[in-house]
T-cell receptor, first 113, second 110 residues
Framework: NAGVTQTPKFQVLKTGQSMTLQCAQD?????MSWYRQDPGMGLRLIHYSVGAGITDQGEVPNGYNVSRSTTEDFPLRLLSAAPSQTSVYFC????????????FGQGTRLTVV | GQSLEQPSEVTAVEGAIVQINCTYQTSGFYGLSWYQQHDGGAPTFLSYNALDGLEETGRFSSFLSRSDSYGYLLLQELQMKDSASYFCAVFTGGGNKLTFGTGTQLKVEL
């Protein structure tokens, strides 16, 4: 049972480049979400999804796009990377039918230069 | 929007008891969760309170007062491995949205 898998673990981008952070879960969870974590800021919600075809914005959605074509996958796209997007990104999933524990991936450490 | 307040740092000695408080302001509150995160690692789930009262899981307990918009995490018999960041988080919006506080860094000393 792999849980939540994020790739890549580390990434360096140049300003203006685009990329996709991958997130996959094998627990058949309806709820998936993306957070960014910056020093002293905690985990801030970027986008989330309650099922395939349904996504919504969190606190800090600007500069990011998401889609949810399958239950398993929830990729996060950076459209035009900026230094302000240097952060650690976490994907999480949970079961909405009563189990409230969110499972996190191991994170992607992104640096934009 | 939602806001959650926690102390930024707490220091305690091994074997002691420590309480980490969390106050929140939110609409559509469903429940309060606690997560632990060691340096360089991913957050891991500790507890969830949907109703008022105390939930106990081993050395960790979590409390919620919905009327006071307040909760706390109680760690007993502190061990060095408990040194980590602890986050409270609220479920809102039909239980669909999980919003985190800024975290409390716990340092356990000998």
């Amino acid at each position: 049972n792999a849980g939540v898998t994020q790739t890549p673990k580390f990434q360096v981008l140049k300003t203006g480049q685009s990329m996709t952070l991958q997130c996959a879960q094998d627990m058949n969870h309806e709820y998936m979400s993306w957070y960014r974590q910056d020093p002293g800021m905690g985990l801030r919600l970027i986008h989330y999804s309650v099922g395939a075809g349904i996504t919504d914005q969190g606190e800090v959605p600007n500069g990011y796009n998401v889609s949810r074509s399958t239950t398993e996958d929830f990729p996060l796209r950076l459209l035009s990377a900026a230094p302000s997007q240097t952060s650690v990104y976490f994907c999480a999933s949970s079961d909405l039918t009563g189990n409230t524990e969110a499972f996190f991936g191991q994170g992607t450490r992104l640096t934009v230069v | 929007g939602q806001s959650l307040e926690q102390p930024s740092e707490v220091t305690a000695v091994e074997g002691a008891i420590v309480q980490i408080n969390c106050t929140y302001q939110t609409s559509g509150f469903y429940g309060l969760s606690w997560y632990q995160q060691h340096d360089g690692g991913a957050p891991t789930f500790l507890s969830y309170n949907a109703l008022d009262g105390l939930e106990e899981t081993g050395r960790f307990s979590s409390f919620l007062s919905r009327s006071d918009s307040y909760g706390y995490l109680l760690l007993q018999e502190l061990q060095m491995k408990d040194s980590a960041s602890y986050f409270c988080a609220v479920f809102t919006g039909g239980g669909n949205k999980l919003t985190f506080g800024t975290g409390t860094q716990l340092k356990v000393e000998l």
